[in-house]
Structure formats: C-alpha cells, structure tokens
C-alpha cells in the first residue's frame, strides 16, 4: 500500500532536462509512495521511455484531456492518444475551468479517462476565500457531482484534490487545518461509493509547509505546482514524510 501520493504539475513548464534530473533524483528511492509527473504533452513520450528504460519507480500522468475520442479539434490530445503513455490525468484543474470547462464537459472527461483505463485525478476548489464552511462546502459538493455519479456504481479508485484557487501560485497558502475540515467532508460525501478515495490537498504547497497538510486525517498526498520545477525540492518534500 502506498504511503502518500505526491503529483508534480509542471503545467506550461519544463524540458528534457528537467525530466533528466527526476529520474536521476528518484533513482534510488526505495519508499512505497506513489509519485506521478504531470509534464507538458510535449514531453510525454521522452517521460514514458526514460521511466521505462530507467526502471523509475516514477509514474506519469497528464495535465488535461479532451472529453472526445476522436474528431475535429484543432490543438486537443484524447485520452485515446496518450492511454500508451500515461496512466494518470489531472481533470477540471481551476486553470482549465476559468477556461470555460463546465461540469458537463469534466463529466464528459471522467468517463474518457475510465474508458481508456487512465486513473482521473479531479481536482475541485472555491475560488474565493469563503468565512462559511457551509458555503465551501456546497462549490465543492457541485464539483464532486459528475465524479460520484459516474463511479458510484464501480470500484474506480479516487483520486481527488482539493485545490483551492485562491491559494495557487501565491504565499497565501490555505491553513492546514481548513484544508483537513475541507478534506473531511470530501470523504463523507463520497464514502456511500465503493470506491477507494485519496484526497489530496494542492496550492502553494512546498517544502516548508507540506508537512502540516499531511498530519491532517484525510489527507494522504500533495498536488505540488510551482516547488515542481525544482526536482530538489520536490524530492525534499516526499523524502522528509517517510
């Protein structure tokens, strides 16, 4: 069993060398966690075939899928074309739902993933700072909607982060403890499924506040963005939790 899942979300960022210095930061690590690189589609394939003949313990994932197998859409990539690569897709991140993504389309995008055997990572999040719990809550609970309707039936394990937007790309991190009341409900609301859930909490994470984050009861892994551009740091925050 994994001990904690850790994501690094390069999001428009990074290069072959990048990915160099992960395989060989990891290529020692001996620990039961679950670490997954989210780089740009562009390094996918590169990603892919280091981890296979590097025997990385790594594991990747993708930034984004379209909700369509096939078809007229000038720029998309399908889960259908990266099932060869990649196990795992982040879904409805908050950068992608300022795009217009809707719940009908995240949907869409969580069936894709499950029918091409790549493991959803939805993310769900208030965008603003909210005094009421209950008000939090209820976005989430919205966002959690086309997930729990598509797996309550099915043994899909969950990938879930809860990422809130006001505390992306800033040091205004959320307080660890917000984040665990917030963590909690995540797993009521889902716990009449059949599925095994991982809740994970993202934004602003580092390696000076990730700790906090992972003594909350029901959170067992970090969606890391901006620390992920520096595979020391990174490596510093999944080493320093075993």
Same mark, same amino acid.
């Given at each position: 069993? &994994?001990?904690?899942?850790?994501?690094?979300?390069?999001?428009?960022?990074? &290069?072959?060398?990048? *990915?160099?210095?992960? +395989?060989?930061?990891?290529?020692?690590?001996?620990?039961?966690?679950? *670490?997954?690189?989210?780089?740009?589609?562009?390094?996918?394939?590169?990603?892919?075939?280091?981890?296979?003949? @590097?025997?990385?313990?790594? =594991?990747?994932?993708?930034?984004?899928?379209?909700?369509?197998?096939?078809?007229?859409?000038?720029?998309?990539?399908?889960?259908?074309?990266? $099932?060869?690569?990649?196990?795992?897709?982040?879904?409805?991140?908050?950068?992608?739902?300022?795009?217009?993504?809707?719940?009908?389309?995240?949907?869409? =995008?969580? +069936?894709?993933?499950?029918?091409?055997?790549?493991?959803?990572?939805?993310? !769900?999040?208030?965008?603003?700072?909210?005094?009421?719990?209950?008000?939090?809550? $209820?976005?989430?609970?919205? @966002?959690? $909607?086309?997930?729990?309707? +598509?797996?309550?039936?099915? &043994?899909?394990?969950?990938?879930?982060?809860?990422?809130?937007?006001?505390?992306?790309?800033?040091?205004?991190?959320?307080?660890?403890?917000?984040?665990?009341?917030?963590?909690?409900? *995540? $797993?009521?609301? !889902?716990?009449?499924?059949?599925?095994? !859930?991982? +809740?994970?909490?993202? #934004?602003?994470?580092?390696? =000076?506040?990730?700790? #906090?984050?992972?003594? @909350?009861?029901?959170?067992? #892994?970090?969606? !890391? #963005?901006?620390?992920?551009?520096?595979?020391?740091?990174?490596?510093?925050?999944?080493?320093?939790?075993?």
């Amino acid at each position: 069993m &994994n001990n904690n899942i850790y994501i690094a979300n390069f999001k428009m960022n990074g &290069n072959i060398q990048l *990915i160099d210095k992960y +395989i060989n930061l990891f290529k020692n690590y001996n620990g039961n966690d679950l *670490i997954i690189l989210c780089p740009p589609f562009t390094l996918l394939n590169y990603c892919s075939e280091k981890i296979k003949t @590097q025997k990385s313990v790594l =594991k990747l994932g993708a930034q984004n899928i379209h909700h369509e197998t096939e078809g007229a859409y000038t720029g998309e990539i399908s889960a259908n074309l990266i $099932k060869s690569y990649s196990k795992y897709s982040i879904i409805g991140h908050s950068e992608r739902r300022l795009n217009g993504e809707t719940n009908e389309i995240i949907t869409k =995008k969580l +069936i894709s993933s499950l029918k091409n055997n790549i493991k959803p990572i939805l993310c !769900v999040g208030e965008y603003n700072y909210l005094d009421n719990a209950n008000e939090t809550f $209820k976005i989430i609970e919205d @966002q959690l $909607k086309p997930l729990k309707s +598509i797996v309550s039936n099915s &043994n899909h394990p969950l990938l879930i982060a809860y990422e809130p937007v006001w505390a992306i790309g800033n040091n205004n991190s959320c307080d660890p403890g917000r984040a665990g009341e917030i963590a909690n409900f *995540i $797993k009521r609301f !889902v716990a009449d499924t059949k599925n095994n !859930v991982n +809740i994970l909490y993202g #934004g602003s994470v580092d390696d =000076k506040n990730h700790q #906090g984050y992972l003594k @909350q009861k029901n959170i067992n #892994g970090l969606l !890391v #963005g901006t620390a992920s551009l520096d595979p020391t740091k990174f490596y510093n925050i999944v080493n320093n939790n075993r």
